[in-house]
């Protein structure tokens, strides 16, 4: 390419520059530039020609690995622990919601409409029933709240059915639970 009338600009330095791959001084020319750093032209051909061959584009400059000072240290163990700590109460979130998210146990199975002794009734059938999983009943049962009567225990061939005493002033026809079906049934009159 020609230089219409322009003369090609030489940069005299006052100090020789170095190469900064080699260490080799740069005479008279515009160095080329390698990482910021100056290179003279036995070192810009060597990399050139190494960025030609087959898998030689890839030019890996090795950093030096700086050992982290003491504030980094502290730094990152400060994170640590609070990432712990975040951690730790988030598991224990979780594991104190996990049972809200549970469905809730029916309070029986059968009719809907009953008052609040045949409730009372209904949750001791609950324990009662809990008692009789784990195989171990009270010596004394409990007694009905509206009726004050004791609950009645039925031993048949293959179950055990604890029953109210008096399931007609619930105004239902049957209150039990059993060994075999563990939650309180409650039968009306007009279900049969």
């Not at 009338?5 to 008279?28: D, L, T």
Request: proline fraction near 9%; include cysteine; glycine fraction near 6%.
């Amino acid at each position: 390419m020609a230089l219409r009338g322009k003369k090609a600009e030489r940069i005299i330095y006052e100090e020789k520059p170095q190469c900064g791959r080699c260490g080799a001084g740069i005479v008279g020319v515009i160095p080329r530039r390698w990482d910021g750093k100056p290179m003279c032209r036995e070192c810009a051909f060597e990399l050139e020609q190494a960025a030609l061959k087959p898998g030689g584009r890839k030019i890996v400059k090795q950093e030096e690995k700086v050992p982290p000072t003491p504030e980094e240290i502290a730094r990152r163990t400060t994170l640590l622990v609070i990432l712990a700590i975040v951690l730790v109460i988030l598991l224990f979130r979780i594991y104190t919601i996990a049972p809200l998210l549970q469905s809730p146990k029916p309070l029986r199975l059968g009719v809907k409409a009953t008052d609040a002794l045949t409730d009372r009734c209904i949750e001791k059938l609950w324990v009662l029933s809990r008692d009789l999983q784990e195989n171990h009943l009270p010596d004394t049962l409990p007694v009905c709240p509206k009726s004050s009567k004791r609950y009645i225990v039925a031993e048949l061939e293959e179950d055990i059915v604890i029953s109210c005493p008096t399931p007609e002033e619930h105004g239902l026809e049957k209150l039990s639970v059993s060994l075999g079906f563990p939650i309180p049934f409650a039968l009306g009159e007009e279900e049969q």
